[in-house]
């Protein structure tokens, strides 16, 4: 359970019960250990969330990198490299090493085929956009507002460590989640798009949303605030393979 709870808006206040979805943002510290990086591990061991309505806009967007590749190795068979440099698509390449010594005795024009595949290139990981609109009622509100805005934008930065000038530590990890009482659970991937363990690498932040009307008297706490947040996954996204459109990284994996 997480030891620091900032909601928007706040716990007790009447409005509270007029949000049917939250979104729920759950941040634990980073570790190189697996199974210290995995989404429940993150969401059992926070040391702080953050809950807002759902958001106005939330985004993700899917993007695979791809290069050109080939599974039949031609350049060893051309060079000769024997069976040592036949690693792959062994029976094709033996085949290919023929018609190429067919097609040089018999003086024969053969041109060779493109053997270049679009293969893919690990290490692509999925974006999360969020906005939010912070809209204040109250003092209260306000304030919450405010403090959410600022608690974001301090955890795009590593944290300092006493005592060394030459090391830092790693920024914290996400774990954002909708959540609401009505929410359907076999849903739920519908409604936040299963982001995995991220990171949170963008925090833009206006403060003055609403033309001339800036702040709430007599306490100037800002009257609207937007926040617009971009997290990247920690890890490379898979699937399962089983025909359903569940994803996880490869700490999940390692977890199951």
């Known amino acids: 359970m997480a030891t620091t709870v900032l909601q928007f808006p706040p716990v007790g206040d009447p ?3 007029e949000v049917p979805i939250w979104m729920s943002f759950k941040v634990g510290y980073y570790s190189t250990f697996s199974k210290n990086r995995t989404l429940g591990y993150i969401k059992s061991n926070a040391y702080g969330e953050i809950r807002v309505p759902y958001p106005s806009k939330m985004a993700t ?5 791809y290069t050109s590749g080939g599974s039949l190795n031609i350049r060893a068979v051309e060079l000769g490299g024997g069976i040592n440099a036949i690693t792959e698509s062994f ?3 033996l085949s290919a090493k023929a018609e190429l010594k067919k097609s040089f005795y018999s003086g024969g024009g053969v041109v060779r085929f493109d053997h270049l595949e679009t ?3 690990p290490g692509a990981r999925r974006v999360h956009s969020f ?3 912070l809209m204040a009622k109250t003092r209260a509100q306000a304030q919450a507002a405010s403090e959410i805005a600022s608690t974001f934008q301090t955890n795009t930065y590593p944290i300092a460590t006493r005592g060394s000038i030459l090391t830092m530590l790693h920024p ?3 774990a954002m989640e909708a959540i609401g009482e009505n929410l359907p659970t076999d849903n739920h991937k519908y409604w936040d798009g299963q982001p995995l363990v991220s990171v949170l690498n963008l925090v833009d932040i206006n403060r003055a949303p609403i033309t001339n009307v800036g702040f709430i008297t007599p306490d100037y706490y800002p009257l609207a605030i937007n ?12 699937q399962l393979g089983d025909g359903s459109a569940n994803i996880f990284s490869r700490s999940d994996r390692n977890a199951r």
Not at 61 to 65: F, K, L, P, S, Y
Request: charge should be negative; avoid cysteine; proline fraction near 6%.
């Open 131 to 133: 906005s939010l609109n």
């Open 227 to 238: 926040i617009n947040l971009q997290f990247i996954e920690l890890e490379p996204a898979l």
């Open 172 to 174: 914290p990890l996400w």
């Open 61 to 65: 967007r899917d993007e695979q990198n």
């Open 15 to 17: 409005y509270e019960q």
């Open 119 to 121: 293969v893919l290139q």
């Open 91 to 93: 029976s094709q390449e």
